[in-house]
């Protein structure tokens, strides 16, 4: 049986458990390819380090380089982390021949232009299906298996972290900060856990998922992002009473003629629709497509095991391409699609929570400003708050631009009846 | 840019949305895969029947013949239905070296043994996306993105005729008849809904399943298959008052040292389950693999545009492999698992309905029956019915096998106070 040398970069959490699995299954592998796929080297960037999987001694590579000098490795497998040293390595191994499979979201959102041009030109296929979702084939999904749809939307759940962070908040009541470190109690959220809740995380996935369906690498910088940190108990319960739920979502929709969207912010989403009953750490993605209509996957987007899955897939594709050279290297642009729209340009609905006097008047004042700004409103609550002298004032608004929203918050917060920050918070009814 | 050639057999629904899609979304396409794809010709059974579509004259073909002739033919797409013909045209099309695409359910699960032999033998893929759950990719999912899996189970409702006649009688309290005729009448059924609701369609889909996860291609002859044409209004309501909902299930389970299952049959699942939350025509298949754990397909199972996706999405995958040849060829045989266990030997629990005399005692006597046999009764309710002199006693059933349940079944028929023929519906809580 033919062996296909893997060499690895890097042996943390997924690392480790793609070595695992893909010992515990080989029969299954190679039953299924014909292959052997044969970890040859593993490089790490600190072999001391105590690790929960011991690393094994005889296939620890002093550096990289020795990956790829490896004429045993026909397979590079990057899930080292980071961004200077996974470019580095990637670009060499591309350079050298060597079919790439990584799992780094946010090294393919920063430098995916590039790295998919090199694949282009020496004709080296670049895996990442682990990069979105992880145990979710939706890299898959939305590049091979709807590739005869334009892809009207995407509405992801695709941070576990936050997803739990919210889950937990919803259900018993509790606030960030608690939940947070309970996520971190649990191992559901790191140490430092400042790139899944600001919403980084999810827009590094958003990306690479936007950037496949519309045929142009989006930037970073062409994306709105915003994090849950800021969500309150309160709001959730406020959200609840509308019928609605708090979700991190990250939402890509897209027109031929009037360009995409790309952002990741929390957003109510109606309570009864599908997204609202995924809980926890799962992870689910709608996608709705001209020829398919409206579909959904949903699994588990971490962890050891479930990334390990992608990771494998993407190794036993690579070891296929091997016998069988591909003409498709991962990610083709085109110019069907235009340019993203700025976060001032899109248009939303919106929950505005603002902090007022409890006094006669102040619903008119706000209601002039907004009717000034012709932004419509559609439901208006003043729930009992936890928040002292202020008293919360909760509408719910109509479609209408960031700018026209940013515009209304500056009167607002000018108001002497506010007596404090105005938290805005979209709202998605999934209606177009 | 280069120009894949078509043949098209087949212009019912699906061939002609094929037809209409590849043109609207020729751009995107292109776009995509950098390469043309033209239908060539196109045979039909009654070239005089009045269409929907029209057919282009020019494109007419006088047989299947031609197709396989024409050297600008690449690609043979067969979306005829029935099983000779077609059978005939596929063998012949992999003999010619003709790449094949086919949505025929029927056919891949009666002959799919020999078909994929003939696929690597001659080295020709052959591409059937279309043929389980329309544009949800599930066969994609298990074949590829779950390579490195052992598939613990496959949970799919993969009829949507049947679902949508489910979903009317439980919303609706309606009855199977009229639930059917509506159905028929909104074209959700067809004029013989004969396949759809003696549960083969489902079964067709569910062999191609699991012979992708278990790498034998399973006999018709092997499975289990039970439509709902007994299900009737009383036994929605009495498992909605258990907190069950009645779904036709295809249940699919593997397991390496005893052995593997496959059914189709109407079961009482959890309200909870988001497979109860699956409604209407909407397909949805859950699926647990031992690396990536739970994870969740839903989507458009049939119909012209969704199915049309799937084929689509083959015919691109197909062209890719013109330009560069595929070692995989569709279904790989391997003997990691061994055998299809009898409906006999499969453990499942039940819900028992059994018209009974009201009249004390009666219940002491079915309890008696079932604990002589080792039957384990987990709860009793009896409810208020519409059968006339006789009352409903419904059983819930602990695991049992089916060999214990039909012997038990001989003998509550025999009992005085039993007026009519017991009703018997697996019960699925998804536990293991």
């Known amino acids: 049986m033919q062996k296909i040398g893997i060499g690895l970069a890097g042996f943390g959490t997924v690392g480790a458990g793609v070595f695992l699995n893909l010992q515990r299954n080989r029969l299954l592998l190679a039953g299924r390819i014909g292959m052997e796929l044969s970890v040859q080297k593993i490089v790490v960037r600190d072999p001391a380090k105590v690790r929960a ?10 550096s990289w380089r020795e990956l790829i000098d490896d004429p045993d490795i026909q397979i590079i497998c990057e899930l080292m982390g980071g961004i200077d040293d996974p470019l580095e390595l990637i670009l060499a191994a591309i350079q050298a021949g060597k079919i790439v499979v990584t799992g780094n979201k946010a090294l393919l959102a920063e430098h995916g232009r590039e790295i998919f ?13 682990a990069a979105a979702a ?25 941070n576990g972290t ?18 947070l470190a309970e996520a971190q109690a649990s191992g559901y959220a790191e140490a430092d856990p400042t790139l899944d809740i600001n919403g980084w995380d999810a827009a590094h996935k958003a990306i690479i998922l936007a950037s496949l369906a519309y045929g142009f690498w989006v930037g970073t910088e062409q994306i709105f992002v915003e994090g849950i940190e800021q969500i309150t108990a309160d709001d959730i319960r406020f959200a609840r009473e509308l019928g609605y739920r708090i979700k991190l979502l990250a939402i890509i929709k897209g027109d031929e003629s009037s360009g995409i969207e790309v952002r990741v912010h929390p957003a109510l989403i109606p309570a009864t629709h599908v997204l609202a009953s995924v809980h926890g750490v799962f992870n689910a993605v709608a996608v709705q497509g001209d020829v398919v209509g409206e579909t959904l996957f949903y699994g588990r987007g971490a962890g050891q095991d479930p990334t ?12 296929l391409a091997i016998q069988a050279p591909r003409s498709h290297f991962g ?23 603002i902090p007022v006097l409890d006094k006669p008047g102040v619903l008119a004042q706000v209601a002039g400003v907004l009717g000034a700004l012709n932004i419509g409103i559609s439901s208006v609550i003043q729930p009992e708050g936890t928040e002292g002298e202020a008293v919360p004032l909760v509408l719910m608004i109509h479609d209408a631009t960031n700018a026209q929203m940013q515009a209304a918050l500056r009167e607002i917060r000018a108001l002497a009846a506010v007596k404090a920050e105005p938290r805005l918070i979209r709202v998605e009814s999934f209606s177009s």
């Open 53 to 62: 999987i011991t690393l094994p001694p005889e296939l620890l590579a002093k």
């Open 117 to 129: 041009a090199a694949a282009m030109k020496y004709r080296v296929p670049v895996f990442f299906e």
């Open 134 to 158: 992880g145990g979710v084939p939706i890299i898959m999904a939305i590049r091979e298996a709807f590739i005869a749809n334009h892809i009207r939307s995407m509405h992801g759940i695709i």
């Open 162 to 179: 936050c997803n739990y962070i919210l889950t937990q908040m919803t259900e018993r009541g509790i606030g960030f900060q608690e939940a």
């Open 308 to 319: 390990a899955s992608a990771v494998i897939s993407d190794l036993a594709s690579a070891a």
């Open 331 to 353: 990610f083709t642009p085109h110019a069907l699609y235009g340019r993203c729209k700025t976060i001032d340009e899109i248009v939303s609905q919106y929950y505005l929570r």
